[in-house]
């Protein structure tokens, strides 16, 4: 199975300061992009493949998704998804190792999975997984760290001739990378972007959309920390259709 | 149109040395990949959009291919191509500006385009033609020089804490870039990957497979100066069907 670090208390505690956290969807710069990928979801069956805080769940409840199945390994981060939600029908959230959850086949019409793919070790296995629980139709959105992200031996920005660089190397050489980001240790796989899109056709998905996390000045202009980003892309960002 | 550098005596007599030059397909290493991304050519109608000295297009008549339609914009090429082709009736060279070439609709089943995309000026235009052109159900495969590639303010090797590394700056940022290879001021056209994949689907193409060229280690021991190609991606190859 993939490492939990998500419920290591350094880990955790950094965690909960991000922007993403404490804003939810708001607070997560890809979001624009990622909500233009996403189909209506009112009346659709939805799964959530690591559900964090829930804030997409809860986001998908109130485009009133007829269902929200949202999963996550780890307890810390379902425990406040679960404070974080009025009680209602719609989510159900349920602890999962990703690596290893099935689901019941044709049971849904939209899985959604933010910022997983790169922990996971079992590609292949995952994206079938989701092909089969899609009804015919139905569509997969993703995000995850781009491979220009993943790839490099030590992933910090150099300068170089003085200009800000991204020391791209190893992009090739596919594996785990240890990074330490909150808390030392935290183990990533390395997938080239080929690999990532070719899962996806081997599973039988076709390719309906492919973004990557570019800021707009606007963005850049409301956060100017967020200019660096312009430089290497940090997040893949794909729609497919079974 | 672009810039028909190709017809630069300074680039002219760097470009005819290189391995691809001499050996044609065999001295270049995407070549296996590319070819596996091929469908079968025998009795086939074929454009090739960008042609250089005509290796691909021989081999696509060496694969009985019905017709091979082969342009380039560079004069000096197209010479060279037809000195190097016998006498026949399948393969015709023609010199055309890809940034504005029409070809007739629905006349072939196969386009082929070799490192051509990222000189082109308007690629929605370009992908849209080559999509009409291409009967239901065809094929179009292209290789072009991947954006991590063509990104950086100065595409060049750094060493960096004793490593080599690729300066990857400027990949959200699309345009030209001005390059010295081979003869100063070579004009290409920087476009992230998602703007590359997406024109294909916009214009209609189903995507059937993504590669990167990454080396081999049975193709780093034999050409040892491949390796920094594991450090980041040159090529982008794609295969896509109408």
């Not at 007829?66 to 996550?72: G, K, P, R, T």
């Not at 019941?104 to 092909?131: I, K, Q």
């Not at 973004?211 to 200019?227: G, Y």
Request: glycine share 8%.
């Amino acid at each position: 199975m993939a490492q939990n670090i998500y419920d290591d208390p350094e880990f955790q505690a950094g965690y909960r300061r991000l922007a993403r956290s404490e804003q939810g969807l708001a607070g997560a710069p890809e979001w624009p992009t990622v909500r233009r990928l996403l189909p209506d979801l009112s009346g659709r069956d939805v799964v959530d493949l690591g559900c964090g805080y829930g804030a997409f769940a809860r986001w998908a409840a109130e485009q009133h998704a007829a269902v929200v199945d949202a999963f996550d390994v780890s307890e810390q981060m379902l425990r406040r998804a679960a404070e974080l939600t009025e009680p209602g029908k719609v989510i159900r959230y349920a602890r999962a190792d990703l690596d290893t959850l099935q689901l019941p086949s044709a049971s849904y019409d939209v899985a959604y999975s933010a910022l997983v793919l790169h922990y996971l070790t079992d590609l292949p296995r995952f994206v079938g997984m989701v092909h089969a629980a899609l009804r015919p139709g139905g569509g997969f959105v993703f995000t995850c760290e781009h491979p220009v992200y993943t790839a490099p031996t030590v992933a910090a920005w150099i300068e170089h001739d003085g200009r800000r660089a991204w020391p791209l190397d190893r992009y090739g050489v596919e594996g785990e990378r240890v990074r330490d980001w909150l808390a030392p240790g935290v183990r990533k796989q390395h997938r080239i972007l080929a690999t990532l899109l070719n899962a996806l056709l081997d599973a039988g998905f076709t390719i309906r959309r492919v973004e990557e996390s570019v800021p707009s000045e606007e963005q850049i202009t409301a956060d100017p920390t967020l200019a660096e980003e312009r430089d290497r892309p940090m997040f893949l960002m794909v729609a497919a259709d079974r």
